[in-house]
């Protein structure tokens, strides 16, 4: 049991020491055309972050939306990280959908654009 816990350590030690601090690369995008009262998934896919540590949210007119899942956790081979949060909605004329990141204590709004 001992030899696991110190490997635990080591590994986590390693991995802290070869990740860099890395903004989050955000995309925010509809799962079909984003067509105007058309049922649609809003997705915001954040990649490529480092440290962990991050809030992701979904809005409408500045609002969160509800009803939103997120993926796990995932880390790729740099030991930067991604996530996916995405809601079902349906686009109405005029209302303004965007995703807000914070990440390292710093909030960052994308807006979504309609394919119109």
């Not at 997705?43 to 796990?72: M, N, R």
Request: proline letters at 5%.
């Amino acid at each position: 049991m001992g030899r696991i816990c110190i490997f635990s350590f080591l590994f986590a030690v390693m991995a802290t020491a070869m990740a860099k601090d890395s903004s989050a690369k955000v995309q925010l995008y509809s799962r079909e055309p984003g067509f105007f009262e058309m049922k649609n998934h809003l997705v915001c896919h954040v990649s490529d972050f480092y440290p962990p540590e991050i809030s992701i949210e979904l809005l409408k007119g500045g609002e969160k939306i509800p009803g939103a899942q997120q993926t796990d956790l995932a880390f790729e081979s740099n030991w930067h990280y991604h996530l996916t949060k995405t809601v079902a909605f349906t686009p109405k004329k005029g209302e303004r959908y965007s995703c807000m990141v914070t990440h390292m204590g710093q909030a960052k709004t994308y807006m979504w654009e309609p394919d119109m």
